[in-house]
C-alpha cells in the first residue's frame, strides 16, 4: 500500500491551521508528535497529531497575546472518561467543549474521527485504529487551542486538584489568587476540582500577565510550577519523558500496539539532562 504525507488545504480531524507565532513556541516546547493514517483508495495518507509532552497528573495549555502569558488552563481529567462519556451523550461532550473553552464556534465533527483511522503495526501494516464516528482526544480542541483533558501518557484515573494550594503573587507581594484563580469544572460525584484556570487577561493592574507572578516560596509561577503545587503530592509531576501511547482498537479488542511519540525539544533536553545525571551522578 502506497503512503503520502498529509497534504495542505483544508484542515483535517486532528491538523488544524498551523498555530500563531507564540503558539508555535508552546507546541515546539512542550508537544510530541505521532501519526495515524486516513485511508484514500489503496494509499494512506499520514494525519500528524499532537500529545502533550507535560508529566503525568495534570497537563495544561498557555494562551498568550504578543509574548504575555495571559491565560493557562490545568486539567487532570482522563481521556478515557471523555471517550465513554462521548460514546453515551456526544451532544454532551460538545456542550461542555463549548463551554470550557468559552468556543461557540466548536463543531462536532471537529470532536470526532471523521473517517476510519489507521496505525502501524509492529511488522509495518495498517491496521484499524479508531473508527469513523468515535471521539478524538487528541482533536486540535484538546491540544493546539485547549485543554479540556488529559492526554499524555501517564495515570488513567484522575487526581482531584488542590486550588487552595496555589497562591499566586505580584511582584510588591500583593496576593491575587482569589482574583485569578477560579475551578471551571468539578466531578460531578465527589465536587473535587477536576479543571482550573489562572486568567489575567481582565486584570487592569497587570502589565506582564502572569509572567510577573511569584508562588509563596518567591520563585517565578511559571505552568510547570503551578501544576506541581496543584496536583496532591503522591501524584506530583516527574521528569517529562517522550511516551509510547498504547491502543487496543476500536472495539477495546485485540493486542495493545505503541504508537511511537517524538519529543519536542524542551522534552528531548530533559531526556538528555537526564541521562547525564545517571552517567555521570552529582555527589
Same mark, same amino acid.
Given at each position: 500500500? $502506497?503512503? &503520502?504525507?498529509?497534504?495542505?488545504?483544508?484542515?483535517?480531524?486532528?491538523?488544524?491551521?498551523?498555530?500563531?507565532?507564540?503558539?508555535?513556541?508552546?507546541?515546539?516546547?512542550?508537544? *510530541?508528535?505521532?501519526?495515524?493514517?486516513?485511508?484514500?483508495?489503496?494509499?494512506?495518507? +499520514?494525519?500528524?497529531?499532537?500529545?502533550?509532552?507535560?508529566? #503525568?497528573?495534570?497537563? %495544561?495549555?498557555?494562551?498568550?497575546? /504578543?509574548?504575555?502569558?495571559?491565560?493557562?488552563?490545568?486539567?487532570?481529567?482522563?481521556?478515557?472518561? %471523555?471517550?465513554?462519556?462521548? $460514546?453515551?451523550?456526544?451532544?454532551?461532550? &460538545? #456542550?461542555?467543549?463549548?463551554? &470550557?473553552?468559552?468556543?461557540?464556534?466548536?463543531?462536532?465533527?471537529?470532536?470526532?474521527?471523521?473517517?476510519?483511522?489507521?496505525?502501524?503495526?509492529?511488522?509495518?501494516?495498517?491496521? !484499524?485504529?479508531?473508527?469513523?464516528?468515535?471521539? /478524538?482526544? !487528541?482533536?486540535? %480542541? /484538546?491540544? &493546539?487551542?485547549?485543554?479540556?483533558?488529559? /492526554?499524555?501518557? *501517564?495515570?488513567?484515573?484522575?487526581?482531584?486538584?488542590?486550588?487552595?494550594?496555589?497562591?499566586?503573587?505580584?511582584?510588591?507581594?500583593?496576593?491575587?489568587? $482569589?482574583? !485569578?484563580? +477560579?475551578?471551571?469544572?468539578?466531578?460531578?460525584?465527589?465536587?473535587?476540582?477536576?479543571?482550573?484556570?489562572?486568567?489575567?487577561?481582565?486584570?487592569?493592574?497587570?502589565?506582564?500577565? !502572569?509572567?510577573?507572578? +511569584?508562588?509563596?516560596?518567591?520563585?517565578?509561577?511559571?505552568?510547570? +510550577?503551578?501544576?506541581?503545587?496543584?496536583?496532591?503530592?503522591?501524584?506530583?509531576?516527574?521528569?517529562?519523558?517522550?511516551?509510547?501511547?498504547?491502543?487496543?482498537?476500536?472495539?477495546?479488542?485485540?493486542?495493545?500496539?505503541?504508537?511511537?511519540?517524538?519529543?519536542?525539544?524542551?522534552?528531548?533536553?530533559?531526556?538528555?539532562? $537526564? #541521562?547525564?545525571?545517571?552517567?555521570?551522578?552529582? *555527589?
Amino acid at each position: 500500500m $502506497a503512503t &503520502l504525507s498529509s497534504h495542505r488545504g483544508a484542515p483535517r480531524a486532528g491538523c488544524p491551521p498551523e498555530p500563531s507565532a507564540d503558539g508555535a513556541a508552546v507546541l515546539a516546547a512542550t508537544f *510530541g508528535l505521532e501519526y495515524l493514517y486516513e485511508r484514500a483508495g489503496s494509499a494512506y495518507i +499520514r494525519l500528524p497529531l499532537h500529545r502533550r509532552q507535560q508529566g #503525568a497528573g495534570c497537563e %495544561w495549555h498557555e494562551r498568550r497575546v /504578543n509574548g504575555r502569558l495571559l491565560h493557562v488552563a490545568f486539567t487532570a481529567e482522563t481521556g478515557e472518561d %471523555w471517550s465513554a462519556m462521548a $460514546a453515551r451523550e456526544p451532544s454532551q461532550v &460538545l #456542550a461542555l467543549y463549548r463551554g &470550557l473553552l468559552g468556543r461557540p464556534e466548536i463543531r462536532v465533527e471537529e470532536l470526532f474521527w471523521q473517517t476510519d483511522v489507521f496505525a502501524r503495526d509492529g511488522k509495518g501494516a495498517f491496521v !484499524l485504529a479508531h473508527r469513523a464516528g468515535a471521539y /478524538n482526544p !487528541l482533536n486540535p %480542541w /484538546n491540544t &493546539l487551542r485547549g485543554a479540556v483533558h488529559r /492526554n499524555g501518557a *501517564g495515570a488513567s484515573t484522575a487526581a482531584a486538584l488542590r486550588p487552595a494550594a496555589l497562591r499566586l503573587f505580584r511582584p510588591d507581594g500583593t496576593e491575587v489568587s $482569589a482574583a !485569578l484563580l +477560579r475551578v471551571t469544572r468539578r466531578d460531578p460525584a465527589t465536587g473535587a476540582a477536576l479543571r482550573v484556570s489562572v486568567d489575567a487577561s481582565g486584570d487592569p493592574a497587570s502589565t506582564s500577565g !502572569l509572567d510577573s507572578l +511569584r508562588l509563596a516560596d518567591g520563585s517565578q509561577a511559571t505552568p510547570a +510550577r503551578m501544576a506541581r503545587l496543584l496536583l496532591p503530592e503522591a501524584a506530583g509531576i516527574g521528569i517529562p519523558h517522550a511516551p509510547m501511547v498504547a491502543w487496543t482498537g476500536p472495539d477495546g479488542m485485540g493486542p495493545s500496539l505503541p504508537t511511537p511519540t517524538l519529543p519536542g525539544p524542551m522534552i528531548a533536553a530533559a531526556l538528555a539532562r $537526564a #541521562a547525564l545525571t545517571q552517567m555521570h551522578p552529582v *555527589g
